[in-house]
């Protein structure tokens, strides 16, 4: 074991890390951050970085923002927590509900539902799909349909909705009745077509689907506006339009999962608004709070929440957290939602995300970039062993990882995803200067590393 300090020490003989593989952490420790101001975190050593995955793609806002610590201590001395079950409410929650659905007016959502994170969002989501049907005498309509490479979460729904084998092998048997359609990544390509055809193809697959399942078994398609943690793959123009045509065609509700998209991240205020389509149910998470607490929501159209209406003597929603409707939490998201619109975060995301695009683009120089692409401040440089064939080098080589180490030591915090595709996710009060640090950064890097591989 080297690079190891005490923290780490206390770490591995303690401490058992989600997502983390301990011999990693042995070979390499860990960085504990202390310290966050706008988009710049700071290490135990005082040490400055740009932090430009906004730590797991969340802190919209930036670090150190007082008035949602005021907010959240002003809830907590007044009230930490009453629940909002069988009767009892507390008040932030529905200040947020009322909050969220103006915001949400524009993709006609009606109601929200609120969760402790992402995971359990998805988790609501899915179980108001199958409900629904049930409550619409429809009860063998309880499939559901995904894309490969998607992420919607760790607990057994989103993670039988999950197309990343990796995630998934260890805990099968997943649940019944999830499907995977083709996902539409316009470089890694896993449908054949022409570019001009590319988007309506990978709809078609995906309608290939549900067609060879029987549709009137369909329940739900869900996917990810942007798919994030499957390697920030941007859907080619008009597919998720198709997507909607097709759920309509079906009798088959759309399900976005925003939990990365909602907020500003994609220069629009949601996913669902940059790529103009209006789905049936909608599930957010980080953004919302900027993670300064956890919280989830699950935001359903009129007809959703009227189908569950009209129909309660057939059953109520059965379902909810305990920490459902958290006030400190809906404090802390409410507060955080009037620095995104004040401070129009969105558009900052369209600007600064646009200039920090124009230099990853810059990065093809090196011959092991093989594609760059990005939407408001979100973005992918794939690494490649081979430009021609789009080969991938091997996944024991770590090239991304390498990448993203000597990046940290140079004072920026990315992320690598699978694939070796390097992952930029900052926060969207980046400035214009701290952009450029992050393409300098990554650009010495992938020079330094290119010469190794
Ligand atoms: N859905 C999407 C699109 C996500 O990116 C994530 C987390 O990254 C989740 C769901 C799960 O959220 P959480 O980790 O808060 O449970």
């Not at 003989?13 to 989600?18: E, K, L, N, T």
């Not at 697959?205 to 920030?232: F, Y």
């Not at 209406?309 to 958290?326: D, L, M, P, V």
């Amino acid at each position: 074991m080297k690079n190891i300090d005490a923290v780490t020490e206390r770490a591995l003989q303690y401490r058992w890390a989600p997502f983390t593989r301990t011999r990693y952490v042995e070979q390499h420790g860990l960085l504990s951050i202390v310290r966050g101001e706008g988009a710049k975190v700071y290490d135990a050593n005082g040490r400055e970085y740009v932090d430009a995955h906004a730590s797991l793609w969340l802190v919209n806002v930036g670090y150190g923002r007082q008035e949602i610590v005021d907010a959240v201590h002003r809830q907590m001395q007044k009230l930490p927590w009453f629940s909002c079950f069988e009767g009892y409410t507390n008040l932030p929650s529905i200040d947020l509900a009322e909050k969220l659905v103006g915001m949400l007016k524009p993709e006609g959502m009606d109601k929200v539902f609120f969760s402790g994170g992402g995971s359990e969002a998805v988790e609501t989501a899915l179980k108001i799909v199958r409900q629904y049907w049930k409550l619409r005498g429809k009860p063998e309509k309880y499939k559901i349909v995904s894309r490969n490479r998607a992420y919607h979460g760790v607990t057994f729904g989103g993670l039988s909705a999950t197309g990343m084998p990796a995630n998934r092998t260890m805990f099968e048997p997943l649940l019944p009745g999830f499907l995977h359609a083709p996902c539409p990544d316009p470089y890694l390509r896993e449908v054949d077509a022409p570019d001009d055809r590319f988007a309506l193809a990978c709809a078609q697959a995906l309608e290939r689907v549900i067609e060879s399942e029987d549709p009137r078994s369909v329940a739900a398609i869900i996917v990810e506006p942007v798919q994030g943690a499957g390697g920030v793959i941007i859907p080619p123009d008009g597919y998720l339009r198709a997507l909607r045509e097709i759920a309509t065609r079906h009798d088959v509700l759309l399900v976005f999962d925003e939990v990365i998209t909602g907020f500003g991240r994609t220069g629009e205020m949601f996913g669902a608004r940059c790529f103009d389509v209006r789905p049936d149910i909608m599930t957010f998470a980080k953004g919302i709070t900027s993670g300064y607490l956890p919280l989830g929501a699950t935001a359903v159209s009129r007809n959703v929440f009227e189908t569950f209406y009209e129909n309660e003597q057939k059953g109520a929603f059965r379902h909810g957290n305990t920490y459902s409707g958290h006030p400190a939490a809906c404090a802390a998201a409410l507060a955080n939602l009037d620095i995104i619109e004040r401070e129009d975060l969105a558009g900052n995301a369209r600007k600064i995300g646009a200039r920090l695009l124009e230099g990853l683009r810059t990065l093809s120089k090196h011959e092991i970039v093989g594609f760059v692409d990005g939407v408001g401040l979100l973005a992918r440089v794939q690494l490649v062993r081979d430009r021609k064939t789009r080969a991938l080098f091997a996944p024991e080589l770590g090239v991304a990882d390498r990448v993203a180490r000597r990046v940290r030591e140079l004072g920026v915090i990315m992320r690598p995803l699978p694939n070796d595709a390097l992952s930029f996710s900052p926060p969207l009060c980046l400035t214009a200067l701290e952009a450029d640090t992050i393409v300098a950064a990554v650009d010495r890097s992938i020079g330094e590393v290119a010469g190794t591989v």
